[in-house]
């Protein structure tokens, strides 16, 4: 099993470009989500997802956008990226609601 | 969502037993605590978790009191590569099963 990748590692985007960061888990989980996290804080909620074709916002889902059309893959997009969407992207996946997550190495994203 | 409250950072000698406090004053009887960290901000490892029992695996030992308003995570014997943020996690299980991360306690490990 590769558990969760997360591609790309690293990204830079200038100021109003869109883009689509990928998470693939190969391990049949149901749930997935996507955190973002901010130099020196934890991780932040932005969506979820608990099966295909069911999505959730989280606590900061504003200028971000997903849609879980497998059981694989939970894309994340960026519709318009702004200088506050700088940060490292996490993207985790588990069987159920209450069993163990796993994550995934991360995106970094730096928006200029 | 239940909050939690962790000391900022702690120190720890290697080879010592690393006990590291939580306290979720606000749990709801359903919810689970999970405790996870996270070493030079790679994605973040999944430890123990527990419901009101004690619990152990080959990583650490959880601790929970009997009210569930706090809870202990107990690393028996510290490594230098345990130096890493842990993160104690009252854990939503409606909501996707949502983690609420809160700041985190920084465990430095010394030789």
């Known amino acids: 099993n590769a558990g969760v990748t997360q591609t790309p590692k690293f990204q830079v985007l200038k100021t109003g470009q869109s883009m689509t960061l990928q998470c693939a888990q190969d391990?049949?989980?149901?749930?997935m989500s996507w955190y973002r996290q901010d130099p020196g804080m934890g991780l932040r909620l932005i969506h979820y997802?608990?099966?295909?074709?069911?999505?959730d916002q989280g606590e900061v889902p504003n200028g971000y956008n997903v849609s879980r059309s497998t059981t694989e893959d939970f894309p994340l997009r960026l519709l318009s990226a702004a200088p506050s969407q700088t940060s490292v992207y996490f993207c985790?996946?588990?069987?159920?609601?209450?069993?163990?997550?796993?994550f995934g190495q991360g995106t970094r994203l730096t928006v200029v | 969502d239940a909050k939690t409250t962790q000391p900022t950072s702690m120190d720890c000698a290697e080879g010592r037993a690393a006990n590291l406090p939580c306290n979720h004053s606000?749990?709801?009887?359903?919810?689970?605590v999970y405790w996870y960290r996270q070493i030079h901000s790679q994605g973040p490892q999944y430890i123990i978790h527990?419901?009101?029992n004690n619990e152990t695996n080959e990583m650490a030992s959880l601790i929970i009191t009997e009210d569930r308003k706090s809870s202990t995570l107990i690393l028996p014997h510290a490594t230098l590569r345990d130096t890493a943020v842990y993160y104690c996690?009252?854990?939503?299980?409606?909501?996707?099963?949502?983690?609420?991360f809160g700041q985190g306690t920084e465990l430095s490990v010394k030789p």
């Open positions: 985790a996946s588990s069987y159920g609601s209450n069993t163990e997550a796993f």
């Open positions: 391990m049949n989980h149901e749930y």
């Open positions: 997802s608990v099966g295909a074709g069911i999505t």
């Open positions: 606000t749990i709801s009887g359903n919810e689970y």
């Open positions: 527990g419901l009101k």
């Open positions: 996690i009252v854990r939503v299980h409606n909501q996707g099963g949502k983690l609420i």
